[in-house]
């Protein structure tokens, strides 16, 4: 499960908020033995009051998927991470976490992300594949 977490480049984050309505949003990741990081980056966003960032301040727990799907259904497959958020105050650690991402997305070696950095310690992993 774990290899094909990380052959995937987008996961979907699933938050819930202090009104427990849920929220999901694709993010950019990286793993590191069992945390899960990812950042906020400077891709246009309509507010830096990001729902996302509110919903782990009010409720830590959080579901990330990945997922393959192709019109051949005996190669689908589905992981999800379950674990609890925080955001990163430690600047080691941001720093490394940024490392971490930018050896996945050249986007990031372009430009790092300069906004908060999430890690997620890993809890659960689970999936489902067709074969």
Same mark, same amino acid.
């Given at each position: 499960m774990r290899s094909r977490f990380q052959s995937a480049f987008i996961a979907r984050l699933a938050t819930v908020g202090a009104g427990g309505r849920p929220h999901i949003v694709p993010v950019c990741f990286a793993l590191d033995?069992?945390?899960?990081?990812? =950042?906020v980056d400077s891709k246009p966003k309509r507010t830096e009051n990001l729902q996302r960032l509110r919903n782990i301040a009010a409720n830590p727990v959080v579901s990330i998927l990945v %997922?393959?799907? &192709? %019109? %051949?259904?005996? !190669?689908l497959w589905w992981v999800r991470l379950d674990g609890d958020a925080r955001v990163v105050t430690d600047r080691a &650690? =941001?720093?490394? /976490?940024?490392? #971490? #991402? =930018? =050896? !996945?997305?050249?986007?990031? !070696?372009?430009? @790092? @992300?300069?906004? @908060?950095?999430? +890690?997620?310690?890993? /809890? +659960?992993?689970?999936g489902w594949s067709a074969s």
């Open positions: 033995e069992q945390t899960l990081y990812f =950042a %997922d393959h799907y &192709e %019109d %051949d259904w005996s !190669r &650690e =941001a720093g490394m /976490a940024v490392k #971490l #991402l =930018a =050896a !996945r997305y050249a986007q990031y !070696r372009a430009n @790092p @992300p300069a906004g @908060p950095v999430v +890690a997620v310690a890993i /809890a +659960a992993m689970t």
